[in-house]
């Protein structure tokens, strides 16, 4: 009897899995992979036949494509297929050192759509953790990571307003930071790049800012075309800012297999008037030689455009939370395929924020047509992108697709690959466990590895390992030949350890120090190590070690030490001997010129050089005259005392002294001086004049009777500022910063305000002071790079992750300090067992009850409640962790101009009775609420990262759109 068999068929059984479009939290049902198939008269080898298949199938989707995923936190070493994707994902053990596993909790399954999404690593251990994946050197790919908390730690980190971000390398760069903050928890955020693999290797490195533990749930790495993206290279590479593919959409997310990339093309869902969404059957191919993005045809057989009647698409899209829009550098690609059947007059120019890109473009028919700027990156803060009906045309603009990046600069170079894999062979030879020896052993300088000197000086060269330290370090076994790789060390220490054997022959040119005393060693000493030695080229130390005990050399004795010891004693000893005598000679000369008067003392160190500005320059003597001999405290800062005098003409003044320095080792006292001297506002400390002396550097000031703000609003029961008094001292110190952002040229940053430097008159007008720390921007820059500087608890945490200093870091201080003169609670709140950033702390407050709960109770309940709603409601829009969401200092000084008046005209005592509003109080619990739950859009559980955001598709007439394309 013959057999015969039917190969099985093969169905996709529901448009999810056709599409490769994940759940996102939406509960659908998973798609499954059906096999049918017609039983033979030899059933046993139908069944061999179906499971060959399958195993076929399952190496063709792992493999043929060259795909790598990994689900982070997986516990199974065995690998499974997303039944969704029909793609394999692996554990990340072998991926990766360190990190713990974890299950979101129950409650949030529901609420993703991957099983990649129901795990994690994290890593509370170390400052860097690195991921290091298989490539192949000098090939481009795409690069996935995607982070769903879930509450997995139950310490709802996303939920309690605190800070929760930490960054991302690619390699030895930083990518982009991944924020957390006030974030369902049940959501997941996605980053990708696309880069160049510098090495057979590429590594995600997780960076802990101190602001959360990092996480993740899956990486995945995509192998592109070499002609794909071709301003994608070793230098450059580029960050996910927007992906969207236009028409009627039911998938929120499209990606493999429709994209043989899996790159997440998003769908718009702008569907009703006077939007006309297109479609074709028919097959949309690349222009030839120009295929360099090889968007699938399916998303290309469908566009959207506009009613005849309309004229433009504007294209918005929004930065996120933590992300300063004046910063970025973007890259918008268009994709434009003509699928209308007929042969229409479609023309439209293409602008980025009124700059014209492409002019008179016409889309082909059936042909895309991907336009970009040969990969110039623009300077567009709002993000904006204009697509403008021409005269000529008699059709509005259509689009198929549109992808927008963000620049991510690979300066840093990685270390020299010969002296990476041998350090690699070095840490398992010795099953080396140090938990920040993650990637890079050099790069970047502030990750290099513990032990570890590395030469940068040749800045266009690889870094290169010149030292290794090892000593104490547990080693064990026989010494590693690796070591002879690294042409470029110097010094290697391996002393202190337990290591046995013979010496190897390190044929090291470069080599000048070999220490391996007190280990095991008791082989031979090789030739060449030996005559390097005897050269004096090679300084080999091995006492402490067996191999002594038959060799009686300089390098096997403490002798040649001590003998070393010993002259250093003998010129020491006098040297010191002289030196104290010629000190005390000085000290008794000093002491007799003394009694003659301290003038002398001082004016033979007055700087021969004045500083270049029109102030008054004081003697030392002159500031011993005004302060009556330093003699009253005033207060105490950073700088150094502050003392009170008086001058000549029986004016008040306050003396900032810095004793026993000069002015190259004060980094505050030229900045202060500088830009005190140039600023002149009511609002602003008045500078008199100043001392530079070699002994003494000073800054004379007017005298501010009343303290400065922290002093009254935390000082005692002795005096309490009404409400009245703390609405115009927080106006006076927004005009003070208005003045320093808007009026100065260049403008000024003041980087370190807060409650002690706003000093208080006698009429306790508000003026800002200690101008140290202060910046000025070049007139062509919006931001500039510098070291985080500043207080604990005012501190900008964008410019904290980033160095990027704008002038919002000064409106974010600001927020604190309105925060504080609210509640009269300092930056940082501690309530055992807890401590609370001040904002955390009024979100939690206002969440649990009212708003009158946040409000300093020496206030004694007088105050507007409208007035404090439009406050609380400003200082929080001040401290927004986004600075492109923050106010500027103009629209804060608006906002409190406009609550005084009706302050005043209430005229408010401590008899008034206060105006309390419950509406009110509902309302601040709802949007505190909000903040807090973070909560996101419903229609929608996965959501593209801080980098990217909202967008937005503006249609309009010709008549409120002008030709100009503004």
């Not at 059933?43 to 493999?63: E, S």
């Not at 001040?838 to 409000?855: C, E, T, Y």
Request: charged residues 20%; neutral net charge.
């Amino acid at each position: 009897m013959s057999a015969t068999t039917t190969y099985p068929r093969v169905h996709e059984a529901t448009q999810t899995a056709t599409s490769g479009q994940p759940d996102f939290g939406r509960r659908e049902q998973n798609s499954t992979m059906v096999i049918t198939f017609i039983s033979s008269e030899s059933r046993k080898l139908t069944w061999i036949m179906v499971l060959l298949l399958i195993l076929v199938m399952m190496i063709q989707v792992h493999g043929q494509s060259g795909f790598i995923n990994i689900d982070c936190g997986w516990k199974n070493s065995s690998a499974y297929i997303d039944n969704t994707l029909a793609i394999v994902y692996s554990f990340d053990g072998e991926f990766v050192e360190g990190g713990l596993n974890h299950e979101i909790l129950p409650e949030f399954v529901a609420g993703v759509g991957n099983d990649q999404q129901k795990t994690l690593r994290s890593f509370p251990d170390g400052s860097r953790n690195c991921y290091t994946l298989p490539s192949t050197i000098g090939k481009k790919y795409l690069l996935r990571a995607t982070f769903t908390y879930g509450n997995y730690d139950r310490l709802n980190k996303t939920g309690d307003g605190s800070l929760f971000l930490f960054g991302l390398h690619i390699g030895v760069n930083f990518w982009e930071a991944v924020n957390l903050t006030n974030w369902d928890p049940s959501l997941t955020v996605w980053k990708e790049v696309l880069t160049v693999a510098p090495d057979n290797s590429v590594s995600v490195c997780l960076i802990n800012f101190g602001s959360g533990t990092p996480f993740i749930s899956s990486l995945e790495l995509r192998p592109l075309q070499e002609t794909m993206y071709p301003f994608v290279n070793t230098s450059v590479s580029i960050s996910y800012f927007r992906r969207i593919r236009f028409g009627n959409i039911t998938d929120f997310i499209t990606r493999y297999p429709t994209d043989n990339y899996d790159r997440f093309w998003e769908s718009w869902a702008s569907t009703s008037y006077p939007w006309i969404n297109l479609n074709t059957s028919n097959k949309v191919n690349s222009l030839p030689g120009s295929d360099a993005f090889s968007v699938p045809s399916a998303i290309l057989q469908k566009a959207s455009t506009l009613d005849r009647n309309y004229s433009f698409i504007s294209i918005n899209v929004a930065a996120g939370p933590n992300q300063d829009a004046k910063s970025l550098q973007l890259l918008p690609i268009f994709h434009f395929a003509e699928i209308n059947g007929n042969n229409p007059n479609r023309r439209f120019d293409i602008y980025s924020t009124g700059e014209l890109l492409f002019s008179d473009f016409s889309p082909s028919r059936f042909q895309v047509d991907s336009m970009h700027q040969n990969g110039r990156f623009l300077y567009n803060p709002s993000a904006s992108f204009l697509l403008n009906k021409t005269r000529s045309s008699t059709l509005p603009p259509l689009i198929n697709a549109f992808e927008l990046y963000s620049l991510v600069r690979m300066d840093n170079l990685t270390t020299d690959s010969n002296d990476v894999n041998s350090m690699k062979e070095i840490k398992k030879h010795y099953n080396l466990a140090r938990i920040n020896w993650n990637g890079d052993p050099c790069s970047p300088r502030e990750y290099s590895w513990e032990g570890l000197t590395c030469d940068y000086s040749k800045s266009n060269k690889n870094p290169r390992i010149v030292a290794v330290d090892l000593s104490t370090s547990g080693l064990k076994g026989g010494l590693a030949i690796s070591f002879m790789n690294m042409v470029s060390l110097e010094n290697l220490d391996l002393s202190h350890n337990n290591l046995t054997g013979a010496i190897p022959d390190y044929q090291l040119k470069s080599l000048k120090i070999l220490n391996l005393s007190n280990n095991q060693l008791d082989g031979p000493i090789p030739d060449s190590i030996l005559q390097r030695v005897r050269a004096g080229l090679l300084d080999l130390r091995l006492e402490g070690n067996p191999i002594c005990s038959k060799v009686k050399d300089t390098y096997c004795s403490t002798k040649k030490k001590k003998s070393i010891h010993i002259l250093l004693i003998a010129v020491i000893v006098p040297v010191v001997l002289i030196s104290l005598l010629v000190v005390m000679c000085i000290l008794w000369k000093l002491c007799w010129k003394g009694k003659s008067g301290d003038n002398e003392d001082y004016a033979m160190y007055e700087e021969e050089t004045p500083l270049h500005i029109d102030i008054r320059r004081f003697t030392y003597a002159e500031l011993k005259l005004i302060t009556n001999n330093f003699k009253t405290i005033v207060g105490k800062g950073g700088f150094g005392i502050v003392y009170y005098g008086t001058l000549e003409n029986d004016d008040e003044v306050a003396v900032k002294v810095l004793m026993e320095t000069s002015i190259a080792e004060s980094k505050d006292f030229l900045p202060e001086v500088q830009t005190l001297s140039k600023v002149h506002h009511k609002n602003l400390v008045a500078l008199k004049g100043y001392c530079q002396n070699k002994k003494c550097l000073a800054l004379v000031y007017d005298f501010m009777s009343r303290g400065n703000l922290q002093q009254l609003i935390r000082g005692g029961d002795d005096y309490s500022l009404n409400w009245e008094q703390r609405l115009h001292i927080a106006l006076d110190s927004a005009q003070g910063l208005e003045y320093l952002h808007e009026s100065c040229t260049p403008s000024i940053v003041h980087r370190d305000v807060k409650t002690p430097n706003i000093l208080l008159d006698k009429n306790l007008v508000g003026i800002i002071s200690d101008f140290g720390l202060s910046r000025a921007f070049n007139d062509a820059h919006t931001h500039i790079s510098t070291v985080a500087a500043g207080t604990l608890g005012y501190l900008d945490p964008e410019y904290h992750a980033t160095f990027q200093l704008t002038v919002k870091t000064d409106v974010f201080s600001f927020g604190i300090v309105l925060l504080e003169i609210i509640t009269g609670q300092p930056p940082v709140v501690i309530e055992p067992p807890r401590t609370f950033h001040l904002p955390n702390w009024v979100r939690q407050k206002i969440a649990k009850g009212s708003i009158h709960d946040i409000v300093d109770k020496r206030l004694l309940g007088q105050y507007d409640a409208n007035s404090l709603q439009s406050v609380v409601d400003l200082a929080m829009n001040c401290v927004e962790n986004a600075a492109i969401d923050r106010p500027t200092m103009t629209e804060v000084v608006s906002r409190l101009r406009v609550w005084l008046p009706s302050v005043s005209s209430d005229k408010q005592s401590v008899s008034a009775t206060p105006r309390r509003t419950d509406s009110m109080d509902t309302e601040m619990r709802r949007k505190f609420h909000l903040l807090i739950s973070a909560a996101g859009n419903e229609e929608s559980s996965f959501m593209s990262g801080y980098t990217s955001g909202t967008s937005e598709l503006i249609s309009g007439t010709s008549e409120l759109m002008p030709l100009s394309g503004r």
